[in-house]
């Protein structure tokens, strides 16, 4: 049978706050154990939390950006259940007020096609704190650093039918946190981890299968391979005649596998209600028109505009606007040499090939926007070749200056006398006169190939300096 796979995604993201969301604690990260919680993250008696009005305006930013119904009027909730990291023994989040309502968010496939992504819902609350088991021989260690780390959880509807889209728009969703400056993303550190609901049902079936929830996956590599070895597991049982039972899983990357970690809770297992020791957050309009004035060009925005106005394909514009560094010093790159497609070529192949070699992030790149947009300027007016440009780039990676001043000191500044290069050119034919012969002999295919070999002399005898535009014009007035 033919099935059809249904995933929806639970995004935690940490947000950029300096403090917690009920308390004055800071959340840097890599801090020693239980160095960064106050006697309100440790629920000590008598304890009340005080909202962080910076998470709410993160969340609203977040609303719109993603243009959805903002909660004008959002509710506080108690979420009991019992981990040893969770002192409280609750945890205060929102369930049937969230700050951010139904919104739609559009992700790109590989193939340049684009769809759209339903978000059920995104709400504030606060991490628990960590779990420690690596180093205490049989026992387990509390950090309650993480507990009250403001978090923006983001539910889509069920509408991510592959891994690969799933891994779409968790980039995505990267991109235009990042861009909003509310989050850092970061999946390694913690700060975007997600869980993952599937389930699988016959092709055509209108009504969801039985899902399961894998939690806590943190990298998109993982979350691509677990939902794969997930649609697997799920799609064997079925074949079988089993049934697929609503649980709760863990992802072991070490053995590609998931496996059980407890069965499937559901909202009534809560036991929900409101926290009363908040208030309820009320905005207004003025609140939300004045966040709305600080929001940046959002990556879709910019990547339609990259499109229209460079002209670049849907690829290279998604690429070149996954981040607002890399947009910006990419259209950077274009002023400075007013060609946008060759900006663009070059930006993606050479300088971020040598930036994921180096394991650097675009701000960090030894060679400036500026100074990029140079180089490839001496290549438009031909002072240089592209195959010359690449040992400028590399000698300007190194910090030997600028284009020109590696050009100049380098002495690879292109030879385009025309007296020069005939010189050279005839030189060549003189002395390759079996080539010569072939040339004359051969059909029009095959004198394109030898054409080849008589450039490539040129190139030698001028250490690849010579204008190559120039000697294939002067071979073929040459040869005949």
């Not at 394109?448 to 073929?476: D, I």
């Amino acid at each position: 049978m033919q099935w059809e796979t249904v995933i929806g995604l639970e995004v935690h993201l940490q947000l950029a706050t300096q403090s917690k969301i009920f308390s004055g604690s800071p959340i840097a990260f890599g801090a020693e154990p239980n160095t960064q919680a106050s006697a309100v993250d440790l629920a000590m008696p008598g304890m009340l939390p005080v909202l962080n009005a910076e998470a709410v305006r993160m969340a609203v930013m977040f609303g719109l950006g993603i243009d959805a119904e903002i909660g004008m009027r959002s509710v506080f909730d108690r979420k009991n259940y019992f981990y040893p990291d969770l002192p409280k023994g609750y945890q205060i989040s929102q369930f049937s007020d969230p700050i951010v309502g139904k919104g739609e968010f559009e992700i790109q496939l590989e193939d340049g096609s684009t769809r759209q992504i339903g978000i059920t819902r995104a709400h504030l609350e606060e991490d628990a704190g960590k779990s420690l088991h690596e180093d205490f021989h049989g026992m387990t260690g509390i950090d309650l650093n993480r507990a009250g780390t403001p978090l923006l959880e983001i539910v889509s509807e069920p509408d991510i039918r592959s891994a690969a889209e799933a891994v779409a728009y968790l980039k995505a969703l990267h991109s235009l946190v990042t861009y909003l400056g509310i989050s850092d993303g970061n999946m390694a550190e913690g700060s975007m981890r997600c869980d993952i609901n599937i389930s699988l049902r016959p092709q055509g079936q209108a009504e969801y299968g039985t899902r399961a929830e894998i939690k806590n996956v943190n990298s998109f590599r993982f979350v691509e391979r677990a939902i794969r070895h997930e649609v697997e597991r799920q799609s064997d049982i079925l074949e079988d005649g089993g049934k697929v039972v609503q649980e709760t899983r863990l992802y072991d990357a070490d053995r590609d596998e998931t496996r059980p970690m407890r069965s499937k809770e559901v909202a009534n297992d809560y036991r929900y209600f409101p926290e009363p020791d908040l208030l309820p957050i009320v905005i207004d309009e003025a609140y939300v028109a004045a966040i709305r004035d600080t929001l940046p060009e959002l990556p879709t925005a910019k990547r339609h505009r990259f499109m229209d106005q460079y002209g670049l394909s849907a690829y290279d514009a998604n690429v070149l606007a996954d981040s607002r560094e890399l947009a910006d010093y990419y259209e950077t790159v274009v002023s400075a040499c007013g060609d946008a497609k060759i900006a663009a070529n070059w930006v993606q192949v050479e300088l971020l090939g040598q930036l994921n070699k180096a394991e650097l992030a675009i701000n960090a790149s030894p060679v400036s926007a500026t100074d990029l947009g140079g180089l490839i300027v001496r290549i438009l007016d031909n002072s240089i070749s592209g195959k010359i440009a690449k040992q400028v780039f590399e000698a300007m990676w190194q910090g030997e200056g600028s284009a020109d001043e590696v050009i100049d000191a380098r002495g690879l500044k292109q030879v385009s006398d025309s007296g020069a290069l005939e010189a050279m050119v005839d030189d060549v034919i003189a002395n390759n006169s079996a080539q010569v012969e072939q040339y004359l002999a051969a059909d029009e295919g095959k004198r394109k190939k030898l054409v080849g070999f008589f450039v490539g002399q040129v190139m030698k005898v001028s250490k690849g300096q010579a204008n190559p535009q120039m000697v294939n014009q002067l071979l073929a007035k040459k040869l005949g």
